[in-house]
Antibody
Framework: QVQLQESGPGLVKPSQTLSLTCTVS??????????WSWIRQPPGKGLEWIGY???????YYNPSLKSRVTISVDTSKNQFSLKLSSVTAADTAVYYC???????????????WGQGTTVTVSS | QSALTQPASVSGSPGQSITISCTGT?????????VSWYQQHPGKAPKLMIY???NRPSGVPDRFSGSKSGNTASLTISGLQAEDEADYYC??????????FGGGTKLTVL
């Protein structure tokens, strides 16, 4: 059974870069059958899709975050990562990684999620 | 891309049916059959309930169903149960090859 686990600093200073990693266990990130997504949820607010990556390295980003986001994949470690630059307090959120059905075609829905990790932006 | 439009809240009594709407545009909901619905209990990660408008993942009760007409998708829960009380989010694939979420709907079981 595939499981996802987010990891990274829980506190980031304003203007710095937020870096998170999602480790995939119980399955291969290189299977080609899935996309791998990042989603966030500010306190008390709704979900915001950040972007996704295919194992080949193809990426798609939320237009509102595109200038600050980089998602990468490390197939040797079965991990994918998120970098968000120039963070402000508005980037404070629970960050989730998720597996998205339909790799190689249209994404079809995120069926496996990590437990989420809270990132606070504060000096 | 603009968020999809969902009602802020809906409510129903146990055993009843409720429907949550999700309105977008021809560039997302209306243009693709890639609409998903997620259930989120407080403090928990979202759970996929419906994908591709009306498909249920294994393990999701058949009380949950999805449909779409034009630019509006809908999630219907029949035979409402106390454990269905949660936040529900719709999501749609877009013409920009991205996902967009709705603002979320809080379901209260009276």
């Amino acid at each position: 059974q595939v499981q996802l686990q987010e990891s990274g600093p829980g506190l980031v200073k304003p203007s710095q870069t937020l870096s998170l990693t999602c480790t995939v266990s119980g399955g291969s990130i290189s299977s080609g059958d899935y996309y791998w997504s990042w989603i966030r949820q500010p306190p008390g607010k709704g979900l915001e899709w950040i972007g996704y990556i295919y194992y080949s390295g193809s990426t798609y980003y939320n237009p509102s975050l595109k200038s600050r986001v980089t998602i990468s994949v490390d197939t040797s470690k079965n991990q994918f990562s998120l970098k968000l630059s120039s963070v402000t307090a508005a980037d404070t959120a629970v960050y989730y990684c998720a597996r998205d059905l339909g790799g190689g075609s249209y994404p079809r829905g995120m069926d496996v999620w990590g437990q989420g990790t809270t990132v606070t932006v504060s000096s | 891309q603009s968020a999809l439009t969902q009602p802020a809240s809906v409510s129903g009594s146990p055993g009843q049916s409720i429907t949550i709407s999700c309105t977008g545009t021809s560039s997302d909901v209306g243009g693709y059959n890639y609409v998903s619905w997620y259930q989120q209990h407080p403090g928990k990660a979202p759970k996929l309930m419906i994908y591709e408008v009306s498909n249920r993942p294994s393990g999701v009760p058949d009380r949950f169903s999805g449909s779409k007409s034009g630019n509006t998708a809908s999630l219907t829960i029949s035979g409402l149960q106390a454990e269905d009380e949660a936040d529900y989010y719709c999501s749609s694939y877009t013409s920009s090859s991205t996902w967009v979420f709705g603002g979320g709907t809080k379901l209260t079981v009276l």
